[in-house]
């Protein structure tokens, strides 16, 4: 099982990078596949993340080439891969763990290429027209379902997962 952590404090967001993987966590997530694919298991991915860290610390030590390694190591996996969208699937970050055999997601889940206040700065030069770019990005689960980019969109309990954690987890399993 490869995830990311996100925590539920401040304190533990920042602990865990907001779950923004560096390069390090892809190379390892690779080294993992690769132990999973020799002992004839599994690989599920447990996606929730803002997407890859952007500081240039990151694409010094080669962030762009290890989410690319990461990539090109799921095509060529003689194992399954399951991948579940558990909350916020941003840009590269979460697609170097969605490329799977079976891509679930959670109904309120999300994936998208960009944030939609980024894409929103980027056509209209104003981030408050967010609504619309996330509109114009189809990344709700219902949308990904439609376009055929997800196998299957998993129900949450209440509100959504984070009022009972537990039922959502069977509910993933």
């Given at each position: 099982?490869?995830?990311?952590?996100?925590?539920?404090?401040?304190?533990?967001?920042?602990r865990c990078?907001f779950?923004?993987?560096?390069?390090?966590?892809?190379?390892?997530a690779v080294?993992?596949?690769?132990q999973?694919?020799?002992?004839?298991?599994?690989?599920?991915?447990?996606?929730?993340?803002l997407?890859?860290?952007p500081?240039?610390?990151?694409?010094?030590?080669?962030?762009?080439?290890?989410?690319a390694?990461?990539?090109?190591?799921?095509?060529?996996?003689?194992?399954?891969?399951?991948?579940?969208?558990?909350?916020?699937?941003?840009s590269?970050?979460?697609?170097?763990?969605c490329?799977?055999?079976?891509?679930?997601?959670?109904?309120n889940?999300?994936?998208?290429v960009?944030?939609?206040?980024?894409?929103?700065?980027?056509?209209?030069?104003d981030?408050?027209?967010?609504?619309?770019?996330?509109?114009?990005?189809?990344?709700?689960?219902?949308?990904?379902?439609q376009?055929?980019?997800?196998?299957?969109?998993?129900?949450e309990p209440?509100e959504?997962?984070?009022?009972?954690?537990?039922?959502?987890?069977?509910?993933v399993?």
């Open positions: 099982v490869l995830a990311q952590l996100r925590g539920h404090t401040l304190e533990q967001r920042i990078n779950s923004m993987t560096m390069p390090e966590g892809y190379r390892k080294r993992l596949m690769r999973a694919e020799k002992f004839h298991r599994p690989v599920v991915c447990l996606v929730d993340t997407g890859a860290y500081g240039r610390e990151a694409e010094q030590r080669g962030q762009s080439s290890a989410i390694a990461c990539l090109a190591a799921m095509l060529g996996l003689r194992t399954s891969i399951v991948s579940i969208l558990i909350g916020n699937g941003g590269g970050g979460a697609l170097a763990l490329l799977a055999d079976r891509v679930a997601i959670q109904q889940a999300l994936l998208s960009i944030s939609p206040k980024a894409c929103a700065n980027i056509l209209w030069k981030s408050s027209r967010y609504q619309q770019a996330a509109r114009m990005l189809r990344m709700s689960a219902d949308d990904l379902l376009m055929r980019l997800v196998d299957a969109v998993l129900p209440g959504g997962a984070h009022t009972d954690p537990a039922v959502a987890a069977q509910i399993r």
